[in-house]
């Protein structure tokens, strides 16, 4: 069974400050999800990646298959980037199930 | 295209009673997902469709029942309400290589 750890669990940051969020597993995955929740509890993916690097506008994702572990880079963060990231892998090999990080919860200060 | 629709948004359940969450979408996934989430913690697995007819238990199914008998439509019920359902009810569509829908999500206490 797959494990999900994310780091850091809280982020405070000023705008414009460059962020990175980190995500580990103990599995070996065919993709790797990052979801953002805003306050008000709506879930939204962000990215789905398998392999190297994907960026939408402000947004990039990595992955790093061989050493389990993808980062979610924010550049030029903003006070509306606040909001709790959550990392999510395969449960395990075959299974179409998946298994959630516990977040990290950023902050954005202007 | 509404995606996926979730209700109802808010429901306080006294202890003993039932309710039906309701999830339905429109974008003609066959899998779909129920999951709770408890402050601090990560999304739970309830149960899960692959398609119409078809469910399976999550990590957490005790006191929740499903059904399947549309594509479009994956209701969640709970018999019984207890405090310890109290939590945060999201539907998702999507497989592990796809992308992810959520609904809006559903805040529910048991009292």
């Known amino acids: ?110 | 295209n509404a995606g996926v629709t979730q209700t109802p948004k808010f429901r306080i359940l006294k202890i003993g009673q039932s309710m039906t969450l309701q999830c339905t979408q429109d974008m003609n996934h066959n899998y779909m997902y129920w999951y709770r989430q408890d402050p601090g913690m990560g999304l739970k697995l309830i149960y899960y469709s692959v398609g119409a007819g078809i469910t399976d238990k999550g990590e957490v199914p005790n006191g929740y029942n499903v059904s399947r008998s549309t594509t479009e439509d994956f209701p969640l019920r709970l018999e019984l309400a207890a405090p310890s359902q109290t939590s945060v009810y999201f539907c998702a569509l999507g497989g592990i290589n796809t992308e992810a829908f959520f609904g809006q999500g559903t805040r529910l206490t048991v009292v």
Request: charged share 15%; glycine share 10%.
């Open chain 1, 1 to 110: 069974k797959n494990e999900v750890e994310q780091s850091p669990q809280n982020l405070t940051a000023q705008e414009g400050e460059f962020i990175t969020i980190n995500c580990s597993y103990s599995v070996g995955i065919s993709a790797l999800h990052w979801l953002q929740q805003h306050p008000g509890g709506g879930i939204v993916s962000l990215f789905m990646l398998s392999s190297g690097k994907k960026k939408h506008g402000r947004l990039i994702a990595t992955i790093n298959i061989q050493e389990k572990h993808s980062s979610l880079h924010i550049t030029a963060s903003h006070p509306r980037d606040s909001a709790v990231y959550i990392c999510a892998v395969p449960k395990e090999g075959g299974s179409e199930k998946l298994v959630f990080g516990k977040g990290t919860k950023l902050t954005v200060n202007p």
